[in-house]
């Protein structure tokens, strides 16, 4: 059984950088195939696909929000990293971690963590 | 970028009803690659469906995908109770973009 789980600020002010932890079982991120993407939802709106991070350390972002985003992955510590920079209010939103694999007809999200809320405001 | 355009934005049924939802792209979704998930207030969205018409794990089978191309539907055969919630659909066959979602409210 995959779980997923997210961890960091609730609140963090607008410029700074936003760090977000996803921390997960189930699978290892050193295995063929696997991968953990990010995804926000601002409250009340649209879900955003924003990065994807492959078994061997390729990766993929929004083409939106690339210039801001960095992710990085610790496999032998199951975990996942998210930092977003300039942080503006618009970012407020919850930030979900989601598990998929790299073969095509599977990159679906079929596993989601319980979501980290973050709200940017001063 | 794939647009997708969810309809109706809300829907007021009964439970025992029978309901489809629809999923339209702005261009072909490449080899069907496309899903839909279910997001209950507070939840993190499940997915239901996934190459267009496979049902997820679990899945009960009153849900089924169907359609192709540009034009999609999420169909629920039967209204639970438990069932009425968010809807998403999601293309994942040229990148990721999803649709704005299709709130199904008790009547």
């Known amino acids: ?122 | 970028e794939v647009v997708l355009t969810q309809s109706p934005g809300t829907l007021s049924l009964s439970p025992g009803e029978r309901v489809t939802l629809s999923c339209r792209a702005s261009q072909t979704v490449i080899s069907n690659f496309l899903a839909w998930y279910q997001q209950k207030p507070g939840q993190a969205p499940r997915l239901l469906i996934y190459g267009a018409s496979n049902r997820a794990t679990g899945i009960p089978d009153r849900f089924s995908g169907g359609g192709s191309g540009t034009d999609f539907t999420l169909t629920i055969s039967r209204l639970e109770p438990e069932d009425f919630a968010v809807y998403h659909c999601q293309q994942y066959g040229d990148s990721y973009t999803f649709g704005q979602g299709t709130k199904l409210e008790i009547k």
């Open chain 1, 1 to 122: 059984q995959i779980t997923l789980k997210e961890s960091g600020p609730t609140l963090v002010k607008p410029t700074q950088t936003l760090t977000v932890t996803c921390s997960f079982s189930g699978f290892s991120l050193a295995n063929s195939g696997e991968t953990v993407g990010w995804i926000r939802q601002p409250p009340g709106k649209a879900l955003e696909w924003l990065a994807l991070i492959y078994w061997d350390d390729d990766k993929r972002y929004s083409p939106s929000l690339s210039n801001r985003l960095t992710v990085t992955k610790d496999a032998s510590k199951n975990q996942v990293v998210l930092t977003m920079t300039n942080m503006v209010t618009v970012d407020t939103a919850t930030y979900y971690c989601v598990h998929s694999r790299w073969s095509p007809s599977l990159a679906f999200f079929d596993s989601w963590g319980q979501g980290a809320r973050v709200t940017v405001s001063s």
